[in-house]
């Protein structure tokens, strides 16, 4: 149609050009006369309508194409209708483009509604899984064991379900209301087969010689399961289960403690350090009022030994296998005290650590709530302990013992605390609050014992180390032995109001013997001994072997001195009187030498005495000239000489000037006593020399 009108346009132009041409050459070109060409003979056509029938124009075109007005006519119809046609195919493309739109839009719309389809689906899907309750759920928990895996898991599920349930019906999801029924069912019936389990795991507990710790791996296998399962679904049950196992796990840990705590006492030496048995006590055998028995030949000095108790504390020793009691009765093996201390300890540190780990895993605690229920488990128990520790150390009066029990309880602590259980922290302080104060009443005791010694009532007496400071030296190389390991300087402090007691008791010995060689070589003897014991334990550098070491060295500085022109003068006689018969002859050489011998000395000392000489090191260790002459004196002859009733040293000994010998002899005396501290009085202790 369109093709038809561009025909009809065409024509209608057509024709008025050649109506248009026929009047110019009718014309001519100026005006007049007749044209060059002939006019288009249209016939009679009707070109006012468009209902022409184009047929017989396409004819007529046909029969006049040379004709200029047809070409142009004919050029004009192609560029109309390709125009027309351009403009046909972009309206088409328009409207491609258009329903390529269309099914975009409505594709996006599909995937939408695809989508919502399929998250309703999901959720619809999540929701009847959730709600659902499978048979083989239903099978399981009423059937199964409760040890079995198929049991396990589907009661995981009853868990799962049930938590689902709950968050359903809080958005309200009424098909909850559907299964809640059948879940709650399921759930009392798993409730009560785990309560029946646990209680019979817990009730086995109370049968005499029970190993605990099976029943207990058993629940603890189970722990996720079985009680978080109570705590979620039935927290009347869970405290119930939980109230169950404490009574019973009190009780019996109170009862397996009390007897074997009664049994190992048992095993205990016989003889024990009594209240009489102190450093400064004479050294007798104990004998009973009515001297029926034989004396016990038990010596003091092993209470002040450490031998090999303080292996206790070894890494070796301190966690061994705890002490059974009626197998060493068996043996007739018996124990000092910190050792069953260490068996008894050791077992609670052990049964203590698991119970509280069990009891954080099993019932889900931590904090201060497992505190809390630990010691619901554990109090009694501990506490009876504490009573037995008490009422044993009131009659204690080992020393060394208690400070071992007091190191055994600092090594647990630690041990604990690398275990991670801080539950048994406040049961070793108050452990500690009792061995302290004992081991330092103890020590006291001690120290006022040796400061209240009297060296007179001691019997006898000799040169050689006294039996009271050995015991201080084995004690007190015992005790810093032990201290060096975790060093406390409370101890120190003690062992040194002890030294000085021990330092003054000594004195007051020494000043008992009527010659200063005496007095040297007992205070050598004792001081080498006490720093030998005490350097076989201690370290070297300790402040005890330091302190003996100078008084050792200060008194046999002392007693060389003493010994160099002693031991000569003392040779010099012997050796005189040996060799001539006659003894008033005899005398007389041996005058004649000593007087030599003291003017001798005494020019020396007047050459000495020069400017010159006078800074000379060597001043400072001579000897007095008047001390020389009091002990020359004793070898004056007592015979019966014209000097034989004399008091001192004849006036022809003596240099030019110096006094008459008696009254420097007893001057001289006085400064020696002096040179050693008088014996304590009652009210004020002695000094240290």
């Given at each position: 149609?369109?093709a ?6 065409a ?20 005006g ?22 184009l ?11 040379e004709d ?5 006519a004919?050029?004009?119809v192609?560029f ?12 088409d ?18 995937n ?5 389809r ?8 999540e ?11 239903v099978?399981?928990i ?15 599920e009853?868990?799962a379900?049930?938590?689902a ?5 809080a958005?309200?999801?009424a ?8 879940l ?8 009560t087969?785990?309560r ?6 817990i009730?086995?507990f ?11 791996t058993?629940?603890?296998k189970?722990?996720?399961f ?10 009347a ?7 169950e196992?404490?009574e ?13 705590l009664g049994?190992l006492?048992?095993?205990q ?16 055998a ?10 016990s030949?038990r ?10 108790r ?13 002490l059974?009691?009626?197998?060493a009765?068996?043996?007739?093996q ?8 260490r068996?008894q300890?050791?077992?609670l ?21 497992a ?5 619901a488990?554990?109090?009694?128990t501990l506490?009876m ?13 080992d020393?060394i013992a ?9 090594r647990?602590?630690n041990?604990?605390?690398k ?25 006291e ?12 009532r001691?019997?006898g ?5 006294h039996y009271?400071?050995r ?5 007190s190389?015992a005790l810093?032995?032990?201290?060096q390991?975790?060093?406390n ?17 000594v ?5 008992e ?9 007992f ?8 720093l ?14 330091e ?13 060389i001195e003493?010994l160099s022109?002693?031991s ?11 060799s ?14 000593l007087?030599q011998?003291?003017?001798l ?6 050459v000495?005495?020069q ?15 008047h001390h ?5 004196k ?6 019966d000489?014209?000097d ?5 040293p004849?006036?022809?000994l ?9 009254p420097l ?7 020696q006593a ?12 002695a000094?240290?020399?």
């Amino acid at each position: 149609m369109a093709a038809a009108a561009t025909m009809a346009a065409a024509a209608r132009e057509l024709v008025l050009r050649s109506g248009a041409s026929d009047m110019e050459e009718e014309e001519g070109p100026l005006g007049g006369g007749p044209g060059l060409q002939e006019p288009l003979q249209l016939g009679e056509l009707d070109l006012t309508s468009d209902e022409f029938i184009l047929d017989e124009v396409d004819v007529h075109i046909q029969a006049n194409l040379e004709d200029e007005l047809v070409k142009e006519a004919l050029k004009t119809v192609r560029f109309s209708r390709m125009e027309q046609m351009l403009g046909a195919f972009q309206s088409d493309l328009s409207s491609i483009s258009s329903e390529i739109r269309t099914l975009q839009e409505q594709s996006g719309a599909m995937n939408i509604r695809l989508r919502n389809r399929q998250a309703v689906r999901g959720k619809l899907g999540e929701l009847v899984d959730g709600l659902v309750v499978p048979s083989a759920l239903v099978t399981a928990i009423l059937e199964a064991p409760v040890t079995e895996p198929r049991f396990l898991e589907q009661l995981q599920e009853l868990d799962a379900k049930a938590a689902a349930v709950r968050e359903q019906e809080a958005r309200g999801t009424a098909a909850c209301a559907d299964v809640r029924g059948v879940l709650d069912r399921l759930r009392v019936k798993a409730v009560t087969k785990i309560r029946e389990f646990i209680l019979q795991k817990i009730y086995s507990f109370r049968k005499p010689m029970t190993n605990y710790q099976i029943p207990q791996t058993a629940l603890l296998k189970y722990r996720w399961f079985f009680y978080q399962f109570l705590l979620g679904n039935e927290r009347a049950t869970a405290k119930e289960v939980r109230d169950e196992y404490v009574e019973t796990l009190s009780k019996m840990y109170l009862s397996y403690y009390r007897s074997y705590l009664g049994r190992l006492m048992k095993v205990q030496y016989e003889e024990v350090a009594e209240k009489d048995d102190l450093m400064g006590v004479e050294d007798t055998a104990k004998k009973d009022i009515l001297q029926l028995r034989t004396p016990s030949l038990r010596s003091r000095n092993t209470i002040f030994t450490l031998g090999t108790r303080g292996s206790v504390i070894s890494p070796t020793e301190l966690e061994a296998p705890i002490l059974v009691p009626h197998t060493a009765q068996r043996g007739e093996q018996r124990y000092p005290f910190e050792a069953l201390f260490r068996s008894q300890h050791y077992a609670l540190l052990d049964n203590s650590c698991r119970e509280y780990l069990f009891i954080c895993e099993f019932f889900v605690v931590s904090g201060p709530a497992a505190h809390d229920l630990f010691h619901a488990v554990m109090g009694r128990t501990l506490s009876m302990t504490l009573k037995h520790l008490e009422s044993y150390l009131a009659d204690c009066y080992d020393a060394i013992a208690v400070f071992l029990c007091i190191h055994i309880v600092l090594r647990f602590r630690n041990i604990a605390a690398k275990r991670d259980v801080p539950a048994l922290d406040r049961y070793w302080e108050q452990v500690l609050a009792l061995l302290w104060p004992r081991f330092e009443l103890i020590l006291e005791m001690n120290v006022q014992s040796v400061r209240s010694t009297d060296p007179q009532r001691l019997g006898g007496l000799d040169t050689r180390p006294h039996y009271i400071t050995r015991r201080y030296a084995e004690f007190s190389s015992a005790l810093v032995s032990i201290n060096q390991t975790i060093p406390n300087e409370r101890t120190m402090q003690l062992l040194g109001q002890l030294q000085v007691e021990v330092e003054n008791f000594v004195l007051r010995v020494a000043a008992e013997f009527s010659s200063r060689k005496e007095q040297l070589v007992f205070l050598i003897n004792n001081y080498d001994m006490m720093l030998g014991v005490l350097m076989e334990r201690a370290a070297d550098d300790s402040k005890e072997v330091e302190s003996f070491q100078q008084l050792l060295n200060a008194r046999t500085q002392e007693f060389i001195e003493e010994l160099s022109w002693k031991s000569s003068v003392e040779s010099l006689s012997q050796d005189v009187m040996r060799s001539f018969t006659n003894f008033r002859n005899g005398t007389s050489i041996i005058q004649g030498a000593l007087t030599q011998l003291i003017q001798l000395y005494h020019r020396f000392h007047r050459v000495l005495s020069q400017p010159q000489l006078r800074a000379l090191p060597a001043r400072a260790e001579l000897i007095n000239i008047h001390h020389l002459m009091v002990e020359l004196k004793k070898h004056k002859p007592t015979s019966d000489t014209p000097d034989a009733g004399a008091t001192g040293p004849p006036h022809e000994l003596l240099p030019s000037g110096s006094p008459s010998g008696l009254p420097l002899a007893r001057r001289n005396l006085r400064m020696q006593a002096l040179d050693m501290p008088h014996p304590p009085s009652p009210q004020a202790p002695a000094s240290s020399g």
